[in-house]
């Protein structure tokens, strides 16, 4: 055990460390000295040795080394360039990659909630027959009976218009209870948060909104904002880093990019009595999630059965609040995503590897030799480590550029279908991480090939000595280790591939999903009324008589859901019935439409029986609906649903069915009513005006917007696009990973093809004499050219088995995924294997034609 070193000797060696002259120029001194004493130099010993003991002694021996190897690492680098050149940008492809995707899981996953004991807030919801997680029936309810919650607040996302000098402007806002900052611990950034004893004017503020739209003023505390349905007054700034609720935007048409709440407002009333969408609550320290939930839904039943007018039934869940905003379905999708990223990694070890081993191998009489001389192998090892060193430090560097590239993008696709994004950065666990990483792929390649050459036997070393430069070989061990890298190489890219295709083929079909409408040349305005209150409805009927006017445009209606956008209102079946009938069962959802007589027309949408509705379907004339085909066949079957009597209008027709939730799931039951017999549906979202052209619809816009706010100038008309575009929006989170794991497989396909044509490459070089006795002896080129490409055969119809294995292994995991896609087939599988089997046997034909045109007689007289 090397003994502690004194503070003067930790001095000495620095000091000589710092001045390795002066240290050398002393050595030679005394040494001259002490042999002139001795008299005779066979006295004096070993100089050689004795220099060494004295830097031992003096020095560091074991850094002057490491120095000595990372200068012959480099200049053998530079030496072979297009080995250094290959190795980095595949070592760097691969490690980039990985750090990326693990900065997303990083911020998504890892990090925790940025509140004060995060563990103990937990997110109150209703669960349904209409939705897993819905409204909670009875907020104040489940607050006065629980003993669980140290507090619970209620919250809602909604859009606001704020009134500014050049008109009015549309922010994100949050409506919440009193208690809803304490809940979460959170403080703001300026001024304070909400308070019992504030007036429902107050409002709290976002520090990006604080900047963008307020321009940092230092004195914004106590600064009022004028929307145009009431003013409120600023009270606090919360600081960058508060993003709460996280989904805020998803439910608002067009803002889905801006994911970022604007203000805060409180509940006018101060406090939530009955049902709302959002419920947020910090357990007690000495409850468990589990009592909570458990007492929070024996709460909700006896509220429910004490219910003067009990709603439909809703059993109160509660779940970690982690969970309830990564959800384990997007937990599954993340750890998928790294999975396929690590393996990217692996095939770029592999392939870098077997470069490597290749490398080593053509060095092996350097290495035999050294070994000859008395080298131990501890100290090859270290000369091996100093080079992987290097080329793991460039790695890593162009590796940490490439990750932050890379998440920027995706971030810039993805923020808006990706809980948490904004806590998504580079950080030190990242850094941890690619340190770590680099760590791990650099001993990876440095030691394999180095331990299977020096694991070959002693009669390898000799003969490698005796063959001299240029035509060494590789051993046993080093060729059953380079074959299974590029087997590994052939069954990851294969797995990868698999997923690709798997996605490429779901995309596909969803693409040529009929979604029950048409939307060639058919353009959607959001309204928004931006007044203190709602419009007159009747003017949307007018807006929609006179787009429907307008040149070129052959039908319009408005809505004020639009197929696809997924969100819309939803109720129960136990709220229909048919007069006459028996209730329906079992209990589903139906989801329902608020329109205008324009709507199935501007669409398209076959009315099957019956008829849509008119102008005449108005308030005073009696309440008419109109149903989908499902649930015609629910409600109805056996007899003619047109002219029966429900609880909720007369059925005047039946429509074909629309994919309004996504493309990927079954049209729902749907009720369609005439906005003129129901006003009060209209909400602070919104209508959707569609409108059809007959001609390419360029230039409408400005032309609608004139329409629209000639009825009302208090209407804003945004998230202007096509009916394509919402068709295009909602395969979007589709796309995205379809557009991650294709470049993954493409990347693998190019190093599994790369490799392979590296390992036959050198497999036939290293055959030269034997093609050349061949030849000489009067084999055929042909059959020389067989000989290599029955090795590359072998070798990749053993990757394509193992990868065959693994993508029916990794078929599992896709179950849950918030992307659905099927399991893998013979009809995927095959051509796909066949694809990746002539792919790297093309990669082989030109190392085969190599083979085959050796000239034996230049060849034998080489050797």
């Known amino acids: 055990m090397t003994p502690m070193l004194s503070l003067g000797e930790w001095y000495r060696r620095v000091h000589y460390l710092l001045h390795r002259r002066e240290l050398e120029d002393q050595l030679r001194l005394d040494m001259e000295a002490h042999r002139a004493m001795m008299g005779t130099p066979a006295r004096f010993g070993n100089t050689l040795r004795l220099r060494e003991e004295a830097h031992d002694t003096w020095g560091w021996r074991w850094l002057h080394d490491l120095g000595h190897d990372l200068r012959h690492g480099l200049r053998s680098f530079v030496a072979d360039r297009a080995y250094t050149t290959t190795a980095v940008t595949t070592l760097a492809l691969g490690i980039g990659t990985t750090a990326a995707v693990f900065t997303v899981v990083n911020g998504v996953l890892l990090r925790p909630l940025p509140f004060p004991d995060a563990g103990r807030l937990v997110q109150v919801s209703g669960q349904s027959a209409l939705a897993e997680r819905g409204a909670v029936p009875d907020v104040d309810g489940l607050r006065r009976g629980s003993g669980s919650f140290a507090a619970i607040a209620g919250y809602e996302v909604a859009g606001r218009y704020l009134r500014t000098s050049t008109g009015s402007t549309r922010v994100m806002a949050v409506q919440a209870e009193g208690d809803f900052f304490s809940v979460l611990g959170a403080a703001p950034r300026l001024g304070r948060t909400f308070t019992a004893s504030d007036p429902p004017d107050a409002a709290v503020i ?24 009431r003013s409120v ?62 007492e929070a839904a024996a709460v909700g039943d006896r509220l429910a059965a004490e219910a003067p007018h009990p709603g439909p039934p809703t059993r109160v869940i509660v779940e970690p609040l982690a969970d309830a905003i990564v959800t384990p379905p997007v937990q599954r999708l993340l750890a998928l995503l790294f999975g396929s990223v690590v393996l990217l990694l692996a095939l770029a070890c592999a392939n870098v590897g077997t470069l490597a081993l290749a490398r080593v191998t053509r060095r092996s009489q350097h290495v035999a030799v050294r070994v000859a001389l008395g080298a131990g192998r501890g100290r090859l090892m270290r000369q091996a480590l100093a080079e992987s060193l290097l080329l793991l430090s460039a ?44 760590a791990v792929v650099g001993i990876m390649v440095a030691l394999i090939p180095m331990l299977a050459v020096l694991g070959a036997r002693d009669a390898h070393v000799q003969s490698s000595i005796r063959e ?93 859901l639009v197929p696809l956008q997924n969100w819309g209102w939803t109720s129960s079946s136990s709220d229909f019935a048919v007069r006459g009938r028996p209730r329906l069962s079992p209990e589903f959802p139906i989801q329902m439409r608020y329109v205008t007589p324009g709507y199935l027309a501007t669409l398209r949408v076959a009315v099957r029986s019956g008829r849509g509705f008119t102008a005449d379907d108005t308030a005073s004339a009696t309440p008419a609906v109109v149903i989908n085909e499902t649930l015609a066949r629910r409600c109805c079957a056996g007899f003619d649903p047109v002219g029966q009597i429900t609880n909720r209008g007369t059925i005047v027709g039946v429509v074909a069915d629309v994919r309004q939730a996504s493309l990927d799931r079954p049209a729902e039951p749907e009720l369609y009513f005439p906005i003129a017999q129901n006003w009060s549906q209209i909400s602070e979202l919104g209508m959707t005006l569609l409108v059809r052209t007959t001609t390419a619809p360029a230039g409408l816009t400005d032309v ?151 000239d034996p007689v230049r060849a034998l007289k080489a050797e």
Do not use: C
Not at 243 to 262: C, E, M
Not at 757 to 777: D, H, K, M, P, W
């Open 395 to 438: 790695s890593a560097l162009a590796g940490l550029v490439l990750a932050w590239f890379a998440t920027r993008w995706f971030l810039t696709v993805a923020a808006a279908y990706l809980p948490r994004a904004h806590d998504v950065a580079l950080d030190w666990r990242v850094v941890g991480f690619v340190i770590a990483a680099a």
């Open 233 to 294: 007054t600023i009270v606090g700034v919360m600081p960058r880093s508060f993003q709460f609720p996280y989904a805020a935007a998803s439910i608002l048409p067009g803002v889905a990019s801006a994911a970022r709440t604007d203000v805060w407002l409180r509940f006018p009333g101060g406090r939530v009595i009955h049902r709302i969408g959002e419920v947020v609550g910090r357990i007690k320290a000495d409850v468990s999630i589990e009592a909570a939930a458990q």
């Open 206 to 229: 976002g520090e990006e909104f604080w900047r963008r739209d307020l321009e940092s003023d230092p004195n914004v505390i106590g600064r009022t904002l004028a929307f145009t349905d």
């Open 704 to 854: 609608v917007r004139s329409v629209v706010h000639d009825v009302n100038p208090d209407l804003a008309v945004f998230d202007v696009k096509g009916m394509d575009q919402v068709i295009a929006d909602s395969l979007a989170e589709f796309t995205l990973y379809l557009s991650v794991v294709t470049a993954f497989a493409a990347l693998a396909l190019v190093l599994a093809a790369s490799g392979t044509y590296g390992v036959i490459a050198y497999l036939a070089a290293s055959r030269t004499q034997e093609f050349a006795v061949r030849a000489a002896l009067g084999a055929r080129r042909a059959a020389i050219a067989r000989l290599v490409l029955a090795r590359g055969a072998r070798i990749v119809g053993l990757g394509l088995l193992i990868g065959l294995a693994g993508a029916l292994a990794a078929s599992s995991m896709v179950v849950g995924l918030p992307v659905k896609v099927r399991e893998p087939d013979l009809e995927t599988l095959a051509p796909l294997a066949a694809a990746l089997f002539v792919l790297a046997m093309t990669a082989s034909l030109l190392p085969a034609i190599h083979a085959s045109r050796v």
């Open 468 to 560: 001299g430069a240029g035509r060494a070989t590789a051993g046993p061990a080093a060729s059953r280790l380079r074959d299974s890298l590029i087997v590994a190489e052939i069954a990851i890219a294969f797995v990868l591939a698999v997923g690709a295709a798997l996605l490429v083929r779901e995309l596909v079909r969803l693409k040529n999903v009929d979604p029950g409408v048409s939307t060639r040349n058919v353009m959607t305005f959001h309204l928004g009324y931006r007044g203190a209150s709602p419009p007159d409805p009747r003017q949307f009927y007018a807006i929609e008589d006179r787009v429907r006017q307008l040149p070129g445009t052959a039908a319009a209606g408005v809505t004020q």
